[in-house]
């Protein structure tokens, strides 16, 4: 039977998953444009990971700044180390900006043997490995921004600052701020993927039931207080009952099996 996650577009089935996004700074354009991508040098890196368990998800969100010690260096090799882990890395036009920006940034610290990270970079335009959810959505053609689909899904995006606001913040010192922004983009970018995942695969499981356990963690984890608008949003109110039905539909057939291999069992003794 042919596997409804091939081909152009698709995804791997989830597993484990890295979603980031990175916070930049870079000297402004005369006409005020948006600077070339070169220019910019990585100051944050959001991480959201997600991986599944025995009847379930686990989660790790965290970010850096470069900042008390932290330096630049210092973000690109965890970027490399969390991207060598994970079986999907994902982000948001990540293919034209997040990874080009880390892989120079690489460059210029002079870290060359930074394989994952290079891999990430490099990776085939259509393949499963580097899921860039710009391209994905828009089927190559022309992008939107991120808010833009997280408002028609219900998913929360840019609630306390934005990227136009980060050089302002650089300045003031307020790394603070910065963290908890690029660490709402990065756990927005891995909501939005769990729910392209689904409507490729066609199996809502694949959003209700990780968005379900993406809320309890957050609920259960005081060091993301500031991320409870995810818990509160429109998506997760949806996937929650659902999960719970699916849960209680697949512990009724795991039950189910396991006295149909007792009766058997049973059968054979006697």
């Known amino acids: 039977m042919r596997d ?6 698709s995804v791997r089935a989830p597993g484990s998953i890295l979603s980031y996004d990175i916070e930049t700074i870079s000297p402004p354009t005369p006409d005020g444009s ?10 944050a890196i959001g991480f959201a990971t997600a991986w599944q368990v025995a009847g379930g998800w686990s989660f790790d969100i965290s970010a ?7 330096s630049e260096a210092d973000l690109v090799r965890e970027a490399d180390r969390r991207m060598g882990n994970a079986g999907v890395v ?12 880390l892989r120079l940034a690489a460059q210029r610290t002079r870290l060359w043997s930074l394989k994952a990270l290079a891999d990430h970079a490099a990776a085939n335009r259509f393949g499963a ?11 190559h053609g022309r992008k939107v921004g991120l808010a833009s689909l997280c408002d028609e899904i219900g998913i929360p995006v840019k609630m306390s600052t934005s990227g136009g606001d980060v050089a302002a913040l650089w300045e003031a010192g307020e790394t ?19 729910a392209w995942t689904a409507a490729r695969a066609g199996d809502e499981t694949l959003v209700t039931r990780p968005m ?4 309890r963690h957050i609920e259960t984890t005081p060091a993301l207080h500031h991320l409870h ?3 509160d949003c429109a998506l997760i109110r949806w996937c929650r009952p659902r999960a719970m039905k699916a849960d209680i539909a697949a512990a009724l057939e795991r039950m189910t099996a396991k006295l149909k291999r007792q009766e058997d069992e049973r059968a054979f003794a006697s």
């Open 90 to 101: 994902t982000g948001y036009n990540s293919r034209q900006f997040d990874a080009l920006v």
């Open 229 to 231: 608008a995810f818990v």
């Open 129 to 139: 490995e580097h899921a860039d959810l710009a391209d994905l959505y828009s089927s």
């Open 34 to 43: 948006f600077p070339p991508w070169p220019t910019h040098r990585p100051v």
């Open 176 to 194: 603070d701020r910065i963290r908890d922004y690029v660490m709402e983009d990065a756990v927005a970018t891995l909501c939005l993927f769990f």
């Open 4 to 9: 409804p996650m091939r081909g152009p577009g």
């Open 64 to 70: 850096m700044v470069v900042a008390d010690g932290v």
């Open 212 to 215: 379900a356990a993406l809320a």
